[in-house]
């Protein structure tokens, strides 16, 4: 009977981590499918409103910078203010932005709404993500890295059909998804207040709200090829984001908000399929394969844009978002090898620097570009910057080292 409490106690341990484990991936799931809910609406915004491609790249755009500083200011908290108030914080931000894209008349509600819905999703990045890692089980050993890397892309996939789907067959097509997105995460913040905390506060909050970037030295030697894998893909779901809208308009012949969701879909969603098998591969080569894969589906999406071949043009999404998954999954699961928990929420918030400036920066040139170029000669960019990513990863992807010190720079 000695021996019979520590057990006892080591299973509650295991049944409450694995409550945080789940609520912590539903809450970065919700958070987002409410980012990913404004998307079917553009092309609604865009006949009723007025709104411009260069308007809705502008969006774009307000969404991912404010993410940029969320990570730099705040990439940090959850290390000294606990993982649970940091998620807290980030949930109530994104439910503030849908409520203020109820009423999207003009293009400055849209850009405020994103804004907010921004700086939700950077404080999410980070401190959600290391939140998932740090809860989750130790079997199988890819899954901390799937989840936490491939969670935001089923939330976007799942909320860009629901609004599709609502926008197009629901009633009060431009406010019931927000108010479903609304619902969904007040749910996900019960379920992360009864959720167990995983790190212990520690001082020094306010300092570490001072704007930093750092990482264990051990990992240094991982992030330019971690970051020319998440430049690619993310530049590319910002494309999606940005230019489809116009694109199923005037390739797909089609209006529908539906078709637009299931278009995005087609390209976040996948990359959950493909995360799990870039497991089976040690992380150097698993970025090889998913960035060779990535660039054959972007070679796809530009010949169908050029063609004017819709079949194609969906199958090569597919085939790039599934391969994302490999890459993405590959280049996190080696820069948080060996991580420890204090590791984690800097870490992700590197990734997800790199990430948003990917996303944001090429939306603004390209949003410019647009009123210069035709669609297909802006996809052609974006294809020869996944070009440049490819061979760079082929010829420099690298398995990380263990037993180094962590010294941070």
């Not at 431009?174 to 619902?183: F, P, S, T």
Request: aromatic letters at 8%; glycine letters at 10%; hydrophobic letters at 55%.
């Amino acid at each position: 009977m000695e021996n019979l409490a520590p057990a006892i106690n080591l299973d509650r341990r295991g049944r409450t981590l694995r409550l945080a484990f789940f609520s912590a991936v539903a809450a970065l799931a919700a958070a987002f499918a409410a980012s990913a809910a404004p998307i079917p609406l553009f092309n609604t915004y865009r006949a009723e409103d007025g709104f411009t491609n260069a308007d809705i790249s502008l969006a774009v755009v307000a969404y991912d910078l404010p993410t940029l500083v969320a990570l730099l200011v705040t990439g940090r908290l959850s290390n000294h203010l606990g993982r649970r108030p940091a998620s807290l914080a980030s949930l109530g931000l994104l439910m503030l932005g849908c409520l203020l894209l109820l009423n999207v008349h003009d293009v400055g509600t849209l850009l405020a709404g994103r804004l907010l819905m921004g700086l939700g999703a950077g404080l999410a990045s980070s401190n959600v993500t290391a939140y998932i890692v740090d809860a989750a089980p130790r079997r199988p050993a890819w899954l901390a890295s799937v989840a936490s890397s491939q969670t935001p892309m089923f939330g976007l996939a799942v909320g860009a059909i629901a609004s599709g789907a609502l926008v197009q067959f629901g009633p009060w097509p431009r406010d019931l998804i927000y108010l479903i997105a609304v619902g969904l995460l007040l749910l996900s913040a019960v379920l992360i207040a009864i959720s167990p905390e995983t790190v212990t506060p520690a001082p020094g909050v306010w300092r570490s709200l001072r704007p930093s970037v750092g990482l264990p030295a051990r990992i240094r030697r991982l992030l330019p090829v971690a970051g020319a894998v998440f430049l690619s893909t993310w530049a590319t779901g910002a494309f999606y984001q940005g230019f489809v809208p116009a694109l199923i308009e005037e390739q797909l012949h089609s209006r529908s908000s539906l078709v637009l969701g299931l278009v995005f879909a087609a390209y976040m969603a996948p990359s959950a399929l493909g995360a799990p098998l870039g497991g089976r591969f040690r992380p150097a080569a698993a970025q090889r394969l998913g960035m060779t894969a990535f660039l054959a589906g972007m070679i796809g999406v530009i010949t169908a844009i050029i063609t004017g071949t819709p079949v194609l043009f969906i199958a090569a999404t597919i085939v790039a978002g599934a391969s994302q998954g490999i890459a993405i999954s590959a280049a996190t699961r080696g820069l948080l090898h060996g991580s420890s928990v204090a590791d984690r929420a800097p870490i992700f918030s590197v990734i997800y620097l790199i990430c948003y400036s990917a996303a944001a920066f090429p939306s603004l040139i390209s949003g410019q570009l647009s009123k210069t170029f035709s669609l297909p000669h802006i996809a052609l960019g974006y294809g020869v910057l996944t070009l440049a990513a490819t061979l760079f990863t082929v010829r420099a992807a690298r398995d990380p080292q263990t037993g180094t010190t962590d010294v941070y720079t």
